[in-house]
């Protein structure tokens, strides 16, 4: 989660400059610090992330079918040289995945997984950040979490967001932080209401998914790092 904000930046140069010099201290910290991919998972999330935003780039607004394919030029061989440089771990993975991925990972735990945190996941626990097993049913902080002035306050950040979300909405260098709140707020609710069935339905049909059972704790990172931006676009307008 610390290094997400990082990476993007000299993402961000390497695809919109085009500075070369962005791309290789991208890799390297990459490759420095791949102990960050601890679970193929979060290599997922930080792929997702950089398409999301090559893809806003592209399309936001369109620029053209010349520089669409300079873009995506950039962001195939952003991926190669990372690919190229983590291959002294990921082709060992692949060769432990399919066993590794049905012991832990097997689609009926997956889904039942998947099921049981929706429950918890939902909008208005999710929206605000917070995690409704720890503080409210295992009550990790003590009942403190019950009052209605604890309960009200994780919601003044959920304010000043929406603030930001307003203010973002005219200015194209901003609207993508926007973008990506909602649409991490979306992925990181599971199989909770709304549109809940779609997560079940390529759940069952993609087993490579079982990686993400859980994808509150994966693409939940997501929240917090576009939910501060908004927060600090919100909060100094």
């Known amino acids: 989660a610390a290094s997400l904000p ?46 999301m935003y090559t893809l806003f780039e592209i399309f936001i607004p369109w620029i053209g079918w010349k520089k669409a394919c300079q873009i995506s ?9 990372w690919a190229l ?47 409704s097993f720890y503080l409210f049913q295992n009550l990790e902080l003590g009942e403190v979490f019950k009052h209605p002035l604890f309960l009200f306050i994780p919601y003044l950040g959920v304010f000043f967001i929406i603030m930001g979300i307003y203010y973002t909405i ?24 709304p549109l809940g069935y779609f997560y079940a ?5 993609f087993f490579f998914l ?6 509150f704790e994966k693409f939940g990172l997501l929240i917090p790092f576009a939910g501060s931006v908004l927060f600090a676009i919100g909060f100094f307008r």
């Open 6 to 51: 990082l990476l993007l930046l000299f993402w961000r140069k390497w695809i919109r400059e085009k500075a070369f010099t962005s791309l290789v201290i991208f890799i390297v910290i990459n490759l420095i610090f791949s102990y960050m991919f601890g679970t193929l998972a979060y290599a997922i999330t930080l792929w997702l992330l950089l398409g």
């Open 73 to 81: 030029a950039s962001f195939s061989l952003g991926i190669i040289l």
């Open 85 to 131: 440089t983590n291959t002294w771990w990921i082709i060992p993975l692949f060769f432990v995945l399919p066993s590794l991925a049905s012991t832990q990972h097997s689609v009926g735990n997956t889904v039942l997984t998947l099921f049981a945190i929706g429950v918890q996941s939902i909008i208005p626990y999710s929206l605000p950040g917070l995690n």
């Open 170 to 193: 005219k200015k194209r260098e901003l609207i993508f932080w926007s973008i990506l709140f909602i649409i991490a707020v979306f992925l990181a609710k599971g199989v909770a209401f």
């Open 201 to 205: 339905y390529f759940f069952k049909k």
């Open 210 to 215: 079982g990686l993400l059972r859980n994808p």
